[in-house]
């Protein structure tokens, strides 16, 4: 009898220690690649829901009219790229849009207000093809990782998108739906990561 | 905060409590200007247009703060009666303006024109002068700036080349 206790002790302890190690095995495999591939993807879209925003692609364009409004409609009054981005040669970005945001107007600005240049059009494309443009060389202005890192987390222009005012009517204008902070530190990840873009 | 400019070739110093307040509201009530004109307040009718530093700019949306150290210049100091401005010389050949309002407006946006295209095309006037008439005096106008072009390449020979 008391031969079978112990068998049956022995038995349960050896079963115990199975199960145990089972779980932490599962436990251990997937911790280490799940939130690893899910900080990569949540920080290329953080940084992607700022950049493809209407506030960024509406001076993107496709097809050379710059965009305006949460409707992305052509600009007014027949304005388009010109050519060096800036539109006409005596009606051009800076006859109505000054370094800063006008309150009296509603007339956004910000510091070299501009297009972006044709070969940066991003207006209909996914947010991969966004990103790969982004990292283009021939189509980004040949900037490199770092330059492209500065571009978007120092520019004044590109974070006039985190304080884009009031319109005409003094209504704010939407902002994307990412804080300034947690888009900087997105774009830093996804880049020191490898800016690996996924499939669409 | 204190403020200083040309304006028509005259040096002025202004003290005012809010930068961002239009350069237009400084020129009509500060320096009793009245030339230029309030026409919609948000850059779209161009009746306020004006020159800083020989650009065409619309003062209804150009903080006064913009403009310390730079030339503005408005209607009053284009031409004179005595010596009009080429384009104010074929604003009155045309008879261009119906109720005149916006005319100061269109004349300075006009007068940007030409100095960037001597010679502007009907092309060129469409692009750049997209101010609002709304006695529709368009069709008068572009007879306007196309004789202004005639004007101005007569009395200044050497800019008869579009340098753009």
Redesign the interface.
């Known amino acids: 009898m008391k031969k079978l206790i112990l068998y049956i002790i022995s038995t349960l302890t050896v079963v115990v220690v199975f199960a145990a190690n089972y779980k932490s095995k599962k436990a251990g495999y997937f911790p280490i690649d799940e939130p690893e591939v899910s900080t990569k993807q949540n920080a290329f879209n953080t940084m992607m829901d700022v950049v493809s925003h209407q506030r960024c692609v509406n001076c993107h364009p496709s097809d050379n009219v710059p965009k305006q409004g949460d409707e992305s409609k052509p600009h007014?009054?027949?304005?388009?790229r010109g050519?060096n981005n800036l539109g006409?040669?005596?009606?051009n970005c800076?006859?109505?849009h000054?370094?800063?945001n006008?309150?009296?107007?509603?007339?956004p600005g910000a510091p070299h207000w501009s297009l972006a240049p044709a070969s940066m059009a991003w207006q209909g494309l996914t947010r991969s093809e966004i990103a790969q443009a982004m990292l283009d060389r021939t189509k980004n202005g040949n900037r490199s990782h770092e330059e492209l890192i500065h571009h978007l987390t120092e520019d004044d222009l590109v974070l006039w998108v985190f304080q884009p005012g009031t319109d005409?009517e003094g209504i704010p204008r939407e902002k994307p739906p990412v804080s300034e902070e947690d888009y900087k530190a997105a774009v830093k990840e996804w880049f020191a990561s490898g800016a690996i873009i996924p499939e669409n | 905060m204190k403020i200083f400019f040309h304006i028509n070739n005259t040096p002025k110093s202004i003290e005012i409590d809010d930068g961002n307040t239009p350069l237009l509201w400084v020129v009509r009530d500060m320096l009793d200007l009245k030339g230029t004109k309030f026409g919609c307040g948000k850059a779209a009718c161009g009746a306020c247009t004006l020159h800083v530093d020989g650009e065409a700019v619309r003062s209804c949306s150009y903080a006064v703060k913009f403009a310390e150290g730079k030339e503005v210049t408005t209607i009053e100091g284009l031409g004179s009666e005595q010596n009009p401005h080429p384009v104010q010389q074929a604003w009155i050949e045309e008879i261009v303006p119906q109720c005149g309002y916006c005319q100061p407006g269109f004349m300075m946006a006009t007068a940007a024109l030409l100095e960037k295209v001597p010679n502007p095309t009907d092309e060129d006037i469409d692009k750049n002068i997209i101010n609002v008439c709304r006695c529709a005096t368009y069709y008068r106008m572009r007879k306007a700036i196309h004789r202004a072009a005639e004007i101005a390449n007569v009395t200044n020979p050497a800019k008869t080349e579009n340098d753009v």
């Not at chain 1, 007014?76 to 388009?80: K, L, S, T, V």
């Not at chain 1, 006409?88 to 009606?91: D, V």
């Not at chain 1, 006008?102 to 007339?107: A, L, Q, W």
């Open positions: 007014h009054f027949g304005i388009a050519e006409f040669q005596a009606t800076n006859t109505c000054q370094p800063e006008n309150v009296y107007s509603g007339v005409q």
